[in-house]
Each structure stands twice: as structure tokens, then as C-alpha cells.
């Protein structure tokens, strides 16, 4: 069974950092990119940022310059650094993983999802 467990929200004041971590656990064969969603109050999910496995990364307009995405292989660990916080950050951030091949089935791919952390960025 494979999961993904965040960490790393919380409540911090305009301007500050935070660091999210998400790690995948299971019987894990590979994965293919390793990405950050958020979603506000009576808003849609929208993508922040994603690497992939060579480390190519993509990031929301909203994010650049501000957030850097990066990723462990051997840990199937994604991180997300995010700097210079906007109240406008404040979200629910989920970890997703894209293309996962587990060792049970490593010709089937699939995508999961973490349970989401809150991020509130309020003085």
C-alpha cells in the first residue's frame, strides 16, 4: 500500500518561510514526477510546482522567484521551500505522485495523493 505523508504547514507571518516535506512509503519500483497542489477556501486545486525524476521542474507564475521544488530519489522524498510568503498562500497543500510503479505491478502507473497540510500565511 502506497502512501504519501506531508509535513511541514503551518501558521506563519508575511514574509516568512516554510519548508514542506512529503514522503512516499509502500513498496515503491519508481515514480515519475513528484509534485505540490494547493487549494484555497471556495477555490479549485491548482498545480504550485513539480519535478520529475531528472529533476525538471515547473512552477505556478504565482510561485516563481518565491518557492523552490526539489526532490531526494533515493528517499522518494519531495520538498518544498517556500519563501517570502503572501497571504494569498494560504491554502491546503497536497503532495502528489505522478506515474508510480510499484514493485507488485511495475507496468502500471499510477497517481496518488497525500492527505493535504494547512499553510496560513496572516500577521
Known amino acids: 500500500q502506497v502512501q504519501l505523508v506531508e509535513s511541514g504547514g503551518g501558521l506563519v507571518q508575511p514574509g516568512g518561510s516554510l519548508r514542506l516535506s512529503c514522503a512516499a512509503s509502500g513498496s515503491i519500483f519508481s515514480i515519475y514526477a513528484m509534485g505540490w497542489y494547493r487549494q484555497a477556501p471556495g477555490k479549485q486545486r491548482e498545480v504550485v510546482a513539480s519535478i520529475t525524476s531528472g529533476d525538471s521542474t515547473n512552477y505556478a507564475d504565482s510561485v516563481k522567484g518565491r518557492f523552490t521544488i526539489s526532490r531526494d530519489n533515493a528517499k522518494n522524498t519531495v520538498y518544498l521551500q517556500m519563501n517570502s510568503l503572501k497571504p494569498e498562500d494560504t491554502a491546503v497543500y497536497y503532495c502528489?505522485?505522478?506515474?508510480?510503479?510499484?514493485?507488485?505491478?511495475?507496468?502500471?502507473?499510477?497517481?496518488?495523493w497525500g492527505q493535504g497540510t494547512q499553510v496560513t500565511v496572516s500577521s
Open positions: 502528489n505522485a505522478d506515474g508510480l510503479r510499484s514493485w507488485s505491478d511495475i507496468t502500471t502507473p499510477h497517481n496518488y
